[in-house]
């Protein structure tokens, strides 16, 4: 059996969905929008815990290898239009939002949040305290620009109740960095981290391997420097090729990209690499450093996944706000329009923002749950299943013996489910490709 690609264009590398989300981003559809998300948001109960993630789509200039919905500007107009209209999104939501429900996360994402100005950080800040139930001791976690962050901008990140930072790093090989356009000097994030980290901020470092030019020896020398910084936090995720989606990566060269043999052999560097800094594996491929609340939760089998990763403990909706953004709530996902200039026009015209998503049938409820456990535990397990959905988490079972047949000598097929003893990411994201109902509908 041949695992069918998300989306096949002529790309050198195929693989397996990384599940952020079940459904994915890309079986999302038009049925699902602005009136669901009002809906949902109007519906959840009171005590819900909920995280709020603001995109700021937005960077100074445009890396070949991201796949992100941004756009480079270098005016503060755009800025400014765009807040304006997030401001009002932020406002529309509160009016829905029933009493008792609390905010205890607030994601900061791009782009690169850290392209505003100082002034515009601190009245984001205002907006979304002034208009929204953000439970005290809530903190700010901001994807943070490495070279973008001067000691005022700092100051407005601290006020905003900045945590926790997380820095894309991906690999500081000069021949790599100028390959993607994205030159980092090693110094400069050095000393980004120690400002950030003397001010009491936890650090996430986000590496990516199978970059064009990339090879064994630059990951190697890329994680000895990150763990020469010692973030509390590392993801090491693998570079994805798609330039339908993405066209800045048409500039990237295909025949300097690593295959899947070369790819493989750099994550595993890669994680060696980082367990010897003695840093803990958490899921497929994110590391945590001893003591940690994600290595914790992994050692508990407690760990979770989400829009953005692994978590230790997973809100009970999240609440995306921005264009492009994504939202979850128990009954579906909700995406927001991923053009800046229609998201603006849909919030001044006094409308949702929301275009696309997905409404959640028991079956999905069951499957989605199948595929968190494979990619936090590298294991179905049928009896936890089977005690939050009773006898109907069943619907999976011929899945999973169509995956230890056809991964025979890789997982192992108990009643109690199934596990995978492959310790790469790519085996347990096949098996859970398997279990993709909607990819199979699809195909």
């Not at 996360?105 to 953000?134: K, N, Y």
């Not at 079956?363 to 939050?388: G, K, N, P, S, Y």
């Amino acid at each position: 059996m041949t695992l069918p690609a998300h989306r096949s264009v002529a790309s050198p590398i195929q693989e397996p969905p990384r599940y952020a989300s079940y459904p994915t981003a890309s079986r999302f559809g038009e049925d699902v929008g602005a009136e669901r998300f009002d809906d949902w948001l109007a519906a959840l109960p009171p005590g819900a815990a909920v995280a709020l993630h603001l995109h700021v789509p937005f960077c100074r200039r445009l890396c070949r290898f991201c796949c992100c919905r941004t756009q480079a500007v270098n005016r503060l107009g755009p800025l400014e239009a765009y807040l304006a209209a997030l401001h009002g999104e932020i406002e529309r939501a509160a009016r829905r939002l029933p009493a008792g429900v609390r905010v205890v996360e607030v994601h900061w994402l791009g782009g690169s949040p850290t392209i505003l100005t100082p002034a515009m950080m601190r009245e984001l800040d205002r907006h979304v305290r002034g208009a929204l139930p953000v439970a005290k001791g809530a903190g700010l976690t901001a994807e943070i620009e490495p070279h973008g962050v001067d000691a005022e901008r700092l100051e407005a990140l601290l006020g905003a109740g900045l945590r926790r930072a997380r820095l894309g790093l991906q690999d500081f090989a000069p021949r790599v960095q100028r390959a993607i356009d994205r030159e980092q000097d090693a110094a400069r994030v050095a000393a980004t981290v120690a400002a950030l980290r003397g001010r009491g901020v936890a650090i996430d470092a986000d590496l990516l391997y199978g970059l064009p030019l990339q090879d064994r020896a630059s990951v190697e020398a890329t994680c000895a420097v990150v763990a020469a910084l010692a973030p509390e936090r590392v993801g090491l995720v693998g570079y994805a090729h798609v330039p339908w989606m993405a066209k800045r990566q048409r500039a990237i060269c295909e025949d300097s990209l690593p295959g899947l043999r070369a790819r493989r052999a750099q994550f595993f560097a890669a994680a060696a690499a980082l367990r010897r800094a003695g840093y803990v594996r958490c899921g497929l491929d994110h590391f945590a450093r001893p003591g940690d609340a994600l290595a914790e939760a992994a050692a508990a089998r407690a760990l979770r996944r989400d829009l953005l990763g692994y978590c230790e403990r997973a809100p009970d909706a999240v609440i995306g706000l921005g264009a492009a953004s994504i939202s979850r709530f128990a009954q579906g996902y909700v995406q927001n329009v991923a053009g800046t200039g229609a998201y603006m026009a849909r919030i001044a015209a006094g409308g949702g923002a929301g275009v696309r998503g997905a409404a959640l049938r028991l079956e999905d409820r069951v499957r989605a749950r199948a595929i968190e456990m494979l990619l936090c535990e590298r294991a179905v397990d049928l009896e936890r299943l089977v005690a939050t959905f009773g006898d109907f988490a069943g619907v999976i079972e011929p899945d999973l013996d169509r995956a230890a047949e056809r991964f025979a000598g890789r997982t192992r097929r108990m009643a109690s489910g199934l596990s995978v003893d492959d310790d790469g990411p790519l085996l347990a994201r096949a098996v859970a490709h398997m279990l993709d109902a909607r990819a199979a509908r699809a195909a």
